[in-house]
């Protein structure tokens, strides 16, 4: 069993930064891929960014590739998204997910999901 908590969300101006920071229970932390998902009123939860248990595997959605960085911390079982150059697209509730299986942007293949934290871009 993992239990996901972010932090780091809140209200930016275009163009700013923020980063996100997901902590994980459990002891296997570093088995598991993670992920970041979003979802904005409305709309579909959406991939982001992933991870492997590793950081040199790493995938991103076109829509962030280039402005958002997916990082992870194992031995502090920690996971980071480092989003810069913010758009008002970019507002959502940001979920943290974890999948012992692999890396993938299928949100169905996550096991586990935190609660969400909100990020709000203002233009």
């Known amino acids: 069993q993992v239990q996901l908590v972010e932090s780091g969300g809140g209200l930016v101006q275009a163009g700013g930064s923020l980063r996100l920071s997901c902590v994980a229970s459990?002891?296997?932390?570093?088995?598991?891929?993670m992920a970041w998902f979003r979802q904005a009123p409305g709309k579909e939860r959406e991939f982001v960014a992933a991870?492997?248990?590793?950081?040199?595997?790493?995938h991103y959605a076109d829509s962030v590739k280039g402005r958002f960085t997916i990082s992870r911390d194992n031995a502090k079982k920690m996971v980071f998204l480092q989003m810069n150059s913010l758009k008002p697209e970019d507002t959502a509730v940001y979920y943290c997910?974890?999948?012992?299986?692999?890396?993938?942007?299928?949100?169905?293949?996550?096991?586990?999901w935190g609660q969400g934290t909100q990020v709000t871009v203002s233009s």
């Open positions: 997910a974890a999948n012992l299986a692999t890396m993938t942007s299928i949100k169905d293949e996550y096991d586990y």
């Open positions: 459990g002891r296997t932390f570093s088995s598991y891929a």
């Open positions: 991870i492997g248990w590793s950081d040199i595997n790493t």
